[in-house]
């Protein structure tokens, strides 16, 4: 086999085998197939894309790439959420310990924040003492404990990945569905899901940007993941607007655990209680989408997924007594404010705007490796569909730095969008793909 002439066949629309593509990925991790030819087969895979088959077939590879979590010895049934990132998207942490306190397993291996997209990594490790690197053996013994332990990606996890997801960034190959599939799904084969489902988000703050795409990816996840042996959803949500009130790694903490306390705002309420019900019929606890729902909803009033997220934060490093004492008060000490321009309606405030401000103000990064502030963020006292008079207050702006606030303030006032009058109730969740 050359790779050269699997180049050819992929730039020709041709369907490559199982056989080919352990060829290309497995020299490629070997480091005996070059950058520049696993470059010009991501371009012809990105134009010309895949079947079915040989996305699964690609996933399969990859998930043979490195090695598997093992989670035997400990009872499930065991079921994880994915969400394909956005601005102020929170609900893993709510999700997690609401989803153990109904008796099913959450092994969760999240990212951190890259570009305009938050990261639950960074989010956690806002938490005073918390530790998201776990080897194995603490992660199933969280697990064990609390229902739920929240990991980084250990090394050994699909290296293939790494290794492509790194050359995709550089050769504008990201935006394929089929090698955001096996991308993900590999991944997630090799973390022990067994019941996944997906938050696939669309609009300006999400990876795919219009509804159509974004059913596209979701389509693909799910049928290629039910290939490959997993039960798996899809959900398609809105991401044209941040979601909650809070934008930030501490705030959104604070926030997580509003929600847990009952007092959520009700846009990030319906995306994580949607997710949860389908959690719920995924792990076996409800017959359907709604008895799920008034289970989740059940368990928050009972306080016990909020003693499950205390118990974690403990379980994980963290310092429970002093991250309570730090609610509501730890802010950066460089702030600002975003005022109404004008008075009437506001028709939103732009997720991929506020994502990408979010970055100077050191809530994210631009490239991996760089330094979040726990303390940055944004907290949106206004959002779409509010009526403001000239002046209000819209947004708090809490910058890393001096230099960080003053770049960020001028795409925050931009990000607000008015309308003269006010647009009808946005719908958060578009379809279910199953
Ligand atoms: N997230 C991933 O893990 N992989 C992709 O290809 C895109 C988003």
Not at 12 to 20: A, F, V
Not at 22 to 30: C, K, M, V
Not at 217 to 225: F, I, K, N, P, Q
């Amino acid at each position: 086999m050359r790779a050269v002439d699997i180049i050819m066949d992929k730039r020709s629309g041709k369907e490559l085998s199982r056989e080919e593509l352990e060829f290309l990925i497995g020299g490629y991790t070997a480091g005996e197939i070059p950058d520049y030819q696993i470059s010009a087969w991501a371009m012809a895979v990105f134009f010309r894309g895949m079947s079915s088959a040989e996305t699964a077939a690609l996933t399969g590879v990859m998930l043979r790439s490195g090695s598997s979590i093992s989670l035997s010895g400990i009872s499930g049934p065991f079921v994880d959420k994915h969400s394909t990132g956005g601005v102020g998207d929170k609900t893993s942490l709510i999700l997690a310990p609401l989803i153990a306190s109904l008796g099913i397993r959450v092994p969760m291996m999240s990212g951190r924040a890259l570009g305009h997209t938050g990261g639950t990594l960074d989010k956690l490790e806002a938490i005073p003492g918390y530790r998201t690197s776990l080897t194995a053996e603490e992660f199933r013994r969280i697990i064990a404990k609390d229902g739920f332990a929240m990991t980084g990606q250990t090394r050994d996890i699909v290296p293939a990945d790494r290794l492509l997801y790194a050359l995709r960034d550089v050769t504008a190959t990201v935006e394929s569905i089929p090698l955001i599939t096996a991308s993900i799904l590999s991944k997630k084969a090799a973390e022990g899901a067994e019941a996944l489902v997906f938050d696939v988000k669309f609009g300006s703050g999400a990876f795919m940007k219009d509804a159509a795409d974004g059913e596209k990816l979701a389509r693909s996840l799910v049928d290629t993941g039910t290939a490959m042996g997993m039960r798996i959803c899809a959900l398609l949500t809105d991401m044209n607007e941040p979601l909650g009130n809070m934008a930030g790694n501490f705030l959104e903490v604070e926030e997580s655990l509003d929600c847990l306390e009952g007092k959520g705002p009700a846009d990030l309420m319906e995306v994580t209680l949607a997710l949860a019900a389908r959690m719920a019929v995924m792990g076996g606890k409800a017959e359907d989408a709604e008895e799920g729902r008034r289970l989740c909803e059940e368990a928050l009033a009972s306080g016990k997924p909020r003693e499950l997220f205390l118990s974690n934060i403990s379980s994980q490093g963290g310092d429970v007594k002093r991250f309570l004492e730090l609610r509501s008060s730890w802010r950066s000490p460089v702030s600002g404010e975003i005022r109404a321009e004008q008075s009437g309606c506001i028709a939103r405030i732009d997720a991929w705007k506020v994502g990408h401000a979010g970055t100077m103000l050191g809530v994210g990064r631009n490239r991996t490796g760089d330094a979040v502030s726990p303390t940055a963020g944004v907290r949106f006292h206004k959002k779409g569909g509010a009526q403001v008079k000239a002046g209000d207050l819209i947004m708090t702006v809490w910058a890393g730095d001096e230099a960080g606030l003053r770049e960020s303030l001028p795409q925050l006032a931009e990000a607000v969008e008015y309308a003269p009058s006010a647009p009808g109730p946005r719908q958060l969740i578009l379809k279910e793909i199953v």
